[in-house]
Structures are given as C-alpha cells and as structure tokens.
T-cell receptor, first 113, second 110 residues
Framework: DAGVTQSPTHLIKTRGQQVTLRCSPKSGHDTVSWYQQALGQGPQFIFQ???????QRGNFPDRFSGHQFPNYSSELNVNALLLGDSALYLC????????????FGQGTRLTVV | EDQVTQSPEALRLQEGESSSLNCSYT??????LFWYRQDPGKGPEFLFT???AGEEKEKERLKATLTKKESFLHITAPKPEDSATYLC???????????FGQGTTLQVKP
C-alpha cells in the first residue's frame, strides 16, 4: 500500500504566478482534504472533496481551488500567489468525509519569492 | 468555537525520562481525537484515534488517554528517535475537517 502520495515535493514560484499540486489518496479511500501548514503551526483546513465535489471549505480565499477526479485523486490550485502562501501543503485521505482514520501525505513545500 | 490547545510548546527530556503531553479541547460534539507525529519537513504520521472519554490506546512507548476536556500522550522511557513534533487534532461531529493544535516539539537527548 503506497499510502497518500503528493507531487511535487518542493516547488519555488514567483509572486503572481499560479501553481497546481497533486495528490493520490490511500488505496480504498474516497475522500481527499487539503491543509496548509505554516512553519511552527498546526495544519489549517483548506477544503475537502468527496464524490468529485467540494463538500466543505475552510477560511481561505477563492484563489484556492481544487478538483477531484473519478479515480479519487485530487488537485489543489492556487492563483495569484502571495509571499504568505509559502507553506507546507498537505493532502489527507479518509474513507468517507467524516472518516475516523485520516492519513496524510508527505506534503509539498511551496516557496513563493 | 471549536478549539485545540497543546502544552507545553516544547519539551526537552533525557533518554529514559518519562513525561506527558497535554491536549485541551472544546468542540461541539466529538467524533474523534487524533494524535499524529510529525518529523521536520514531513507529513503527519498517524498514531491514534480516540473516540470517547475513558478510552486508552498504546503503541510502543506511547499511550494516549482521553477525558471530556483533554487528552494526554504519555511517553514512557523515551529514546532519541522519539524526537519529533506531536500534533493533536479533533474531528467535530458536524464536520469532516480536523482542527489541529499548534503541536508540542519533543527533544530527547541521549
């Protein structure tokens, strides 16, 4: 079992650019959530996808958007990047939206310069 | 408002010196309380889910307990490889999102 996989592992972008991060959930899981983790802080919920729809959203602007594909994999898109978007972006998967066992990927480190 | 507070922020122990990490929470209905271990630059690694007050779970040198207001992660005779940040999170019953504390960074010296 490969667990939750994310790509790329590291990324450097310039202010104003757009970025796409990718996630494949753990085998058998159908729900994907995205979190942002700033240095020294706990992860903050961005949104959750289930059945190819955004089911819940945290307190993030519309510049953050996502997608879930029929094979349950997911993308996180961030437009008009700001310096403050620099963070570790984590993908988590679970079996159903309220799943009691949620597993995380290794994260994508995004640096905006 | 649902909230999680972890203490202490940082903890230094000598190898073999047992201690406890605290996670206090307020939540409108608890579906589960999670503990994760996170190494620098890596994603959180799942340790335990606790579901109801009085429940306990163990894994190697770690034991997690849960009350109605807080959870403790007890570390018995820690080793240097236990050094990491330990994250606590709650899953409210009316939502699918985890709410995390800021974490406790544990350093175990040989």
């Amino acid at each position: 079992d490969a667990g939750v996989t994310q790509s790329p592992t590291h990324l450097i972008k310039t202010r104003g650019q757009q970025v796409t991060l990718r996630c494949s959930p753990k085998s058998g899981h159908d729900t994907v959530s995205w979190y942002q983790q700033a240095l020294g802080q706990g992860p903050q919920f961005i949104f959750q996808y289930y059945e190819e729809e955004e089911r819940q959203r945290g307190n993030f602007p519309d510049r953050f958007s996502g997608h879930q594909f029929p094979n349950y994999s997911s993308e996180l898109n961030v437009n008009a990047l700001l310096l403050g978007d620099s963070a570790l972006y984590l993908c988590a998967s679970s079996l159903e939206p309220g799943g009691r066992k949620t597993f995380f990927g290794q994260g994508t480190r995004l640096t905006v310069v | 408002e649902d909230q999680v507070t972890q203490s202490p922020e940082a903890l230094r122990l000598q190898e073999g010196e047992s201690s406890s990490l605290n996670c206090s929470y307020t939540v409108s209905g608890l579906r589960g309380l999670f503990w994760y271990r996170q190494d620098p630059g890596k994603g959180p690694e799942f340790l335990f889910t606790l579901y109801s007050a009085g429940e306990e779970k163990e894994k190697e040198r770690l034991k997690a307990t849960l009350t109605k207001k807080e959870s403790f992660l007890h570390i018995t005779a820690p080793k240097p490889e236990d050094s990491a940040t330990y994250l606590c999170a709650v899953l409210p019953s009316n939502t699918g999102k985890l709410i995390f504390g800021q974490g406790t960074t544990l350093q175990v010296k040989p």
